[in-house]
């Protein structure tokens, strides 16, 4: 099925604001199986929007149209939905009241222009919004099916992923039992891991599991779309992939599905009933501040300590002795080790990155201690990462979480990654 997209408003042409509903409706229809054919932004203009509905009308099989829903003069969207498909705008009752209602439960009465929102061409389908006044709508245009969708993100996720994604899997007529498994890997690059799948999804010959990526450094996100005639289905179909992709990868993957790196970590230190004191310099507190939000967090994580020298961080954790001027895994193992007696807690995870001097740069780089004490134990890592201040800072956040990970998890501390140049401890 060929699916057009048109995204409409000025802002969004003008580049004043970012277009990430596009993105977002993009990236869950190919989770499902249906791929976007093209993509149009048209600004708040009669007749650049009738020429734009006419042409998708006529090459596309599905048109999502996205914003120009709202009560002021410059959304459009349902007049010249009318004009293109030659009928009326007509006053939609049920809406109309939907919307006053809207109002009198937040104690506010109605504006006048709002009553445009309940304007539709006449025979369209209604497309409820549950969370907003702005009503979405379907109606042929061409030979193109429509669908009129709010801008506002929040009300456009809810309406796509609860009732325009499963109209366009029955307009397509492929099978709506779908499943999107997600591993979330840190260390290999795109096509890196490409290379390492080579050939899974033939695992399942029929062709219903498609294999994709969606890169977001320092993490690679894998996903495996599966098709099928039920769950049952789907689950025999995507075991054998499942494990391989997992084999292949080992000790890569991060996290599944919805959890993430930190969740990890955090569930391994409850599952302990440990406790942590994290010591950062560079990073700016990035590392304790992935673990701080999840619930039960304030159980496990005791202190967080940012600094931006050795000097201070050894002041900060009791070392009484001048810090060395070269930056080792040895200094970080020192810090890790205070911080945990000073903290009092059951582990202490210290990443010390020392950048190179200069502007920033492509070539720049940062060279990464970081060390993980126990009362018993001192794990230590050296690495040495190149790509300029942002490319250092997210791969010292990434890392020491990885190497946490690895070490509750029994895991070696020492595998070559993509993202460092030499390294060894």
Known sequence: MRIEIICTGDEVLSGKIVNTNFSYMSQKLEEV??????????????????????????????????????????????????????????LNETWLARMEEFFRRRSRVMPPNNRKQAMLPAGAELIDNPIGTACGFALDIGKARFYFTPGVPRELRRMFEEQIIPRLLARSGQ????????????????????????????????????????????????????????????????????QEVRRRLGNFIVAEDDDTLEGVVLAQLQKRQASLAIVETFTGGQIAAR?????????????????????????????????????TPEVAARVATAARQQSETSLALAVLVEVDAGEDRIDLGGTLCLAIATADTVATR????????????????????????????????????????????
């Open 175 to 242: 099978q709506t039992a779908i499943f999107l498994k997600r591993f979330h890997s840190y260390g290999l690059g795109e096509s890196h891991v490409d290379a390492l799948l080579k050939g899974v999804e033939a695992l399942v010959p029929d062709g219903s599991v498609k294999l994709g990526f969606r890169a977001h450094y320092p993490q690679l996100e894998t996903k495996l779309t599966v098709r099928g005639k039920d769950r049952a289905d789907i689950e025999a179909k995507l075991a054998p992939v499942v």
């Open 33 to 90: 199986g249906l791929s976007v054919r093209w993509e149009t932004t048209v600004g708040d203009n009669r007749e650049d929007l009738l020429l734009a509905f006419q042409l998708a009308g006529q090459r596309a099989d599905a048109v999502i149209v996205n914003g120009g829903l709202g009560p002021t003069v410059d959304d459009l969207s349902q007049e010249v939905a009318a004009q293109a498909a030659g009928v009326e705008l007509v």
């Open 382 to 425: 050296r690495s040495r990462i190149v790509g300029g201040r942002e490319w250092v800072r997210l791969g010292a956040v990434e890392m020491g979480l990885d190497c946490l990970r690895r070490f509750l998890l029994g895991m070696p501390l020492h595998e070559r990654i993509d993202f460092e140049r030499v390294e060894s401890a």
């Open 291 to 327: 673990l701080v939000p999840l619930p039960g967090a304030e159980a496990v994580l005791r202190r967080g300590t940012v600094a931006r020298t050795l000097g201070d961080v050894y002041r900060a954790v009791g070392l009484a002795e001048p810090p060395p001027e070269t930056l």
